[in-house]
């Protein structure tokens, strides 16, 4: 996978947590969110397995940064 690919993985696990995160403060919607949750989890840590399997620290610190912001 190149660096694209990783970064946009990245984003797209960050927006599920996110928004597993809304949905579980909801009255009626706990159970969605954590479905959101635990996907975002699971994309983010896979594309970082992918990432550590490149051994390139520039392309790890470009992936933390994504997925902290």
């Known amino acids: 996978m190149d660096l694209t690919?990783?970064?946009?993985?990245?984003?797209?696990?960050?927006?599920?947590?996110?928004?597993?995160?809304k949905k579980i403060a909801t009255d009626g919607l706990e159970h969605v969110g954590r479905l959101f949750y635990e996907e975002g989890i699971?994309?983010?840590?896979?594309?970082?397995?992918?990432?550590?399997?490149?051994a390139d620290p520039q392309t790890l610190v470009l992936i933390e940064l994504t997925f902290l912001q």
């Open 42 to 54: 699971a994309i983010a840590l896979d594309t970082f397995k992918h990432a550590q399997a490149s």
């Open 5 to 21: 690919g990783l970064v946009g993985n990245i984003i797209s696990g960050a927006s599920k947590i996110d928004d597993g995160r």
